[in-house]
């Protein structure tokens, strides 16, 4: 067994360029020993767990959606403000929901302090994300974002 104390687990900061999108995570099962993207096919853990801290103002993640990763949120402080497909709704203290592969969603810190959640996630294999604002496409495990234009299945082959 393998045992930490999350408040040890060093913040990492993620931002956009114009910082919109800004957050920090604790990584708590990567330093379990679990490993990115990898999930017990590749000596992984079969979940992945994060605390994030989500400043006041900004937003986690572009409007997304996966193919076949869950996620699983529990609100620990804060307020913040939730998008899915279904609209937007609010969210605090104690609030726990699901995101099921195919649902886009997004959450902003509409609070004036840290919105501070736990995120769970399986680890399949492969995953598609989708945004719906900007038709972009991403890809893991080669965590490659793409732009794609629809054509016809045969192009190219004969």
Request: hydrophobic letters at 30%; charged letters at 25%.
């Amino acid at each position: 067994m393998k045992k930490i104390n999350q408040n040890q687990v060093e913040w990492v900061e993620l931002k956009s360029p114009k910082r919109k999108f800004n957050l920090f995570r604790r990584h708590i099962s990567l330093v379990l020993g679990g490993k990115k993207d990898t999930g017990t096919w590749g000596g992984g853990h079969p979940f992945d767990v994060e605390m994030t801290r989500l400043p006041a103002g900004k937003t986690n993640w572009p409007y997304h959606a996966h193919s076949s990763q869950w996620e699983m949120y529990m609100i620990l402080s804060g307020r913040g403000q939730l998008r899915t497909a279904e609209g937007k709704s609010e969210v605090g203290p104690g609030d726990c929901f699901i995101h099921p592969p195919g649902e886009p969603h997004q959450m902003e810190n509409t609070g004036t302090e840290d919105l501070v959640y736990y995120v769970i996630t399986d680890n399949p294999q492969s995953d598609i994300g989708t945004y719906p604002d900007s038709n972009k496409w991403f890809i893991k495990p080669q965590r490659k974002i793409f732009e794609i234009t629809e054509v016809d299945y045969f192009k190219g082959e004969e």
